[in-house]
T-cell receptor
Framework: DAKTTQPPSMDCAEGRAANLPCNHS???????VYWYRQIHSQGPQYIIH???NNETNEMASLIITEDRKSSTLILPHATLRDTAVYYC????????????FGTGTLLAVQP | DAGVTQSPTHLIKTRGQQVTLRCSPK?????VSWYQQALGQGPQFIFQ???????QRGNFPDRFSGHQFPNYSSELNVNALLLGDSALYLC????????????????FGPGTRLTVL
């Protein structure tokens, strides 16, 4: 079973920041938080991952709470192309271990 | 830089038949994982291959088998197809050797849509 809890759906206005929450209250000390997204009928796309510190790349920012029990993915300026299902995953060693997907959050960016 | 590629894109089979799906990993990657995604669900892990051996396996029956070749490409075979095997089959590649550490992740291909009639 997935070890994360996400809202099933969210809306965001185009050009505004999209903040997607994820709860992972049972996360272990060495487990990373990974975010992927899946645009309709395509393969999942890696977005970002982190362990303890906040992370930022060209796609998004990841904010992890100090107790590591929750995190937020931030898309700073959402566009219509960001409409997708966003998956929050926790686990060890993303390269060598299976990724356990939940049902994710469907983000709908509105014009 | 070529990403993960999968073939075929779509496939239609009938119950009881066998199917083979193919995956070429991202350049420089040596590990291939396979996932099954039923409609409306998140992907479910089938198995992972590294150094031509099955390294991990999810909760799938023996009808699901795989192979990894010396060039790191991989095949997924499903025997005795059932209607419930209809799904999007995803391949993901990564760098899985001892040098990769814990910070690498998996990159997915576009998937093969299998329909079983």
């Amino acid at each position: 079973d997935a070890k994360t809890t996400q809202p099933p759906s969210m809306d965001c206005a185009e050009g505004r920041a999209a903040n997607l929450p994820c709860n992972h209250s049972t996360i272990s000390g060495n487990e990373y938080v990974y975010w992927y997204r899946q645009i309709h009928s395509q393969g999942p796309q890696y977005i970002i991952h982190g362990l303890k510190n906040n992370e930022t790349n060209e796609m998004a920012s990841l904010i992890i709470t100090e107790d590591r029990k929750s995190s937020t993915l931030i898309l700073p300026h959402a566009t219509l192309r960001d409409t997708a299902v966003y998956y929050c995953i926790v686990g060890y060693g993303g390269a060598t271990n299976k990724l356990i997907f939940g049902t994710g959050t469907l983000l709908a960016v509105q014009p | 830089d070529a990403g993960v590629t999968q073939s075929p894109t779509h496939l239609i089979k009938t119950r009881g038949q066998q199917v083979t799906l193919r995956c070429s990993p991202k350049s420089g990657h040596d590990t291939v994982s396979w996932y099954q995604q039923a409609l409306g669900q998140g992907p479910q892990f089938i198995f992972q291959y590294y150094e031509e051996e099955e390294r991990q396996r999810g909760n799938f029956p023996d009808r699901f088998s795989g192979h990894q070749f010396p060039n790191y490409s991989s095949e997924l075979n499903v025997n005795a197809l059932l209607l419930g095997d209809s799904a999007l089959y995803l391949c993901a590649s990564s760098l899985g050797g001892w040098t990769s550490g814990l910070t690498d992740t998996q990159y997915f291909g576009p998937g093969t849509r299998l329909t079983v009639l």
